[in-house]
């Protein structure tokens, strides 16, 4: 049974930062390529970065870069996303994804991710 478990979440104020993880298990995670996810009320799950099987290619959503990083460790089946210089509008629930790997390259897109997810944590930053 595939299981993605999402942690670290919470209450931070504007300019805090946070680092979320996600442990993987029942899936070769070296198999997979793997992004982190995020839906606010209200508002449709957007992608907010990916990272391919080897960890060599990396994506981010226009609106996070420069502020969040993505890593995985695939001996740990871990992956992680350290967000900086957190904003109000970063909050939302959070979650992590895999899905068959794409070659060298990843998707920030939710749809090319039909199978495996977490259940989220919840990101709440304060103004």
């Known amino acids: 049974q595939v299981q993605m478990v999402e942690s670290g979440g919470g209450l931070v104020q504007a300019g805090g930062s946070l680092r979320l993880s996600c442990i993987v298990s029942g899936l070769a995670f070296e198999d997979y390529a793997a992004g982190w996810f995020r839906q606010a009320p209200e508002k449709e799950r957007e992608g907010v970065s990916c990272?391919?099987?080897?960890?060599?290619?990396?994506d981010y959503v226009e609106s996070v870069k420069g502020r969040f990083t993505i890593s995985r460790d695939n001996d740990k089946y871990t992956l992680d996303l350290q967000m900086n210089s957190l904003k109000p509008e970063d909050t939302a629930m959070y979650y992590c994804?895999?899905?068959?790997?794409?070659?060298?390259?990843?998707?920030?897109?939710?749809?090319?991710?039909?199978?495996?997810w977490g259940q989220g944590t919840q990101v709440t930053v304060s103004s």
């Open positions: 994804a895999a899905t068959p790997s794409w070659g060298s390259d990843c998707s920030v897109d939710p749809s090319d991710y039909d199978e495996y």
């Open positions: 990272i391919s099987w080897s960890g060599a290619s990396t």
